[in-house]
């Protein structure tokens, strides 16, 4: 009898043990989050730009501008400028500095005044920090906060690139965001091309929440047309499996049914209660005689 009750208790116990294991293995297995860094500093991206007002130079534009109503080149700073624009319509100013992540947004009115101005991601991506808006005579008239809805910041979001080997001044790799309007919950979307993991994709698009930095879904795509499309990942998915693998029968203890997540909470109340009466001579009660 005493053999057959250590049994038991072993194998709850090996229970209790094998089940943390795998909930180990389910963490190391899932995509690892995109983590914040807590420090309260000032990001550098912030200070590429201000509310100041600015003109722009519509004579020298005219001069050095190409048939296309445009120019493009790279000052002597190392900083790619692409301009475009005319008297009718406005004009409009793309600035990326040497190895910097964004690029500086400025749109003028057709008098050469600064009407709006913001960052964005390099290589067209996301806007990033305080959107500023001037009326006619250069007033400040409106300040958008563009940030507010992301706790995880864009040099989170770059330190997580670093570390995965995604090349960030590489053409096909640029990161996006944006703010769902019904939930008003922030989303980034990595895109780059190269792999994950042994996975290679012409796009990979990697979708995080922007409040937790958890990875949300990973999709690959390849094809002259892009027409293959394999999800790698999909946290939507996998809260649902898990969620019915919780509800699904488990085990039969005694004649009662337990679902995997009952089940788990008998183990733990169990293993706490042994835990607990382990010093009191728990196994002297178990084994006494008669």
Same mark, same amino acid.
């Given at each position: 009898?005493?053999?057959?009750?250590?049994?038991?208790?072993?194998?709850?116990?090996?229970?209790?043990?094998?089940?943390?294991?795998?909930?180990?293995?389910?963490?190391m297995?899932?995509?690892?989050?995109?983590?914040?860094?807590?420090?309260?500093? *000032?990001?550098?991206?912030?200070?590429?730009?201000?509310?100041?007002?600015?003109?722009?130079?519509?004579?020298?534009?005219?001069?050095?501008?190409?048939?296309?109503?445009?120019?493009?080149?790279t000052?002597k700073?190392?900083t790619?400028?692409?301009?475009?624009?005319?008297? *009718?319509?406005?004009?409009?100013?793309?600035s990326?500095?040497?190895?910097?992540?964004?690029?500086?947004?400025?749109?003028?009115?057709?008098?050469?005044?600064?009407?709006?101005?913001?960052?964005?991601?390099?290589?067209?991506?996301?806007?990033?920090?305080?959107?500023?808006?001037?009326?006619?005579?250069?007033?400040? +008239?409106?300040e958008?906060?563009?940030?507010?809805?992301?706790?995880?910041?864009?040099?989170?979001?770059?330190?997580?690139?670093?570390?995965?080997?995604?090349?960030?001044?590489?053409?096909?790799?640029?990161?996006?965001?944006?703010?769902?309007?019904?939930?008003?919950?922030?989303?980034?979307?990595?895109?780059?091309?190269?792999?994950?993991?042994?996975?290679?994709?012409?796009? +990979?698009?990697?979708?995080?929440?922007?409040?937790?930095?958890?990875?949300?879904?990973?999709?690959?795509?390849?094809?002259?047309?892009?027409?293959?499309?394999?999800?790698?990942?999909?946290? &939507?998915?996998?809260?649902?499996?898990?969620?019915?693998?919780?509800?699904?029968?488990?085990?039969?203890?005694?004649?009662?049914?337990?679902?995997?997540?009952?089940?788990?909470?008998?183990?733990?109340?169990?293993?706490?209660?042994? &835990?607990?009466?382990?010093?009191?001579?728990?196994?002297?009660?178990?084994?006494?005689?008669?």
């Amino acid at each position: 009898m005493k053999i057959v009750i250590f049994i038991s208790l072993s194998i709850i116990i090996f229970s209790c043990d094998s089940r943390e294991s795998n909930k180990n293995n389910r963490l190391m297995d899932k995509p690892q989050p995109v983590k914040h860094d807590t420090r309260k500093n *000032e990001y550098d991206y912030k200070k590429l730009i201000s509310s100041k007002t600015e003109y722009f130079d519509i004579k020298y534009f005219d001069e050095h501008k190409n048939s296309n109503e445009s120019l493009i080149y790279t000052d002597k700073y190392g900083t790619d400028i692409n301009i475009f624009g005319d008297v *009718e319509s406005g004009y409009v100013t793309n600035s990326t500095p040497s190895k910097s992540m964004f690029t500086i947004y400025k749109q003028y009115n057709y008098k050469g005044g600064i009407y709006k101005k913001w960052l964005n991601f390099r290589n067209d991506g996301g806007a990033v920090g305080i959107k500023y808006e001037f009326d006619e005579t250069g007033k400040l +008239i409106s300040e958008i906060d563009t940030d507010l809805h992301f706790k995880i910041t864009p040099q989170d979001v770059i330190k997580y690139c670093q570390e995965n080997n995604i090349d960030l001044f590489s053409f096909y790799t640029d990161i996006d965001r944006f703010v769902d309007e019904k939930s008003k919950q922030g989303f980034y979307n990595i895109n780059y091309r190269g792999k994950y993991g042994e996975k290679f994709g012409a796009k +990979i698009i990697i979708q995080l929440d922007g409040t937790t930095g958890e990875i949300r879904k990973i999709v690959c795509i390849n094809g002259r047309d892009s027409e293959s499309v394999e999800i790698l990942y999909d946290a &939507k998915a996998e809260n649902k499996k898990k969620e019915d693998e919780d509800n699904a029968y488990y085990k039969t203890y005694k004649g009662k049914d337990y679902t995997k997540k009952e089940w788990e909470a008998f183990e733990e109340e169990w293993y706490e209660d042994y &835990k607990k009466n382990k010093n009191k001579g728990f196994w002297n009660d178990i084994f006494k005689r008669p």
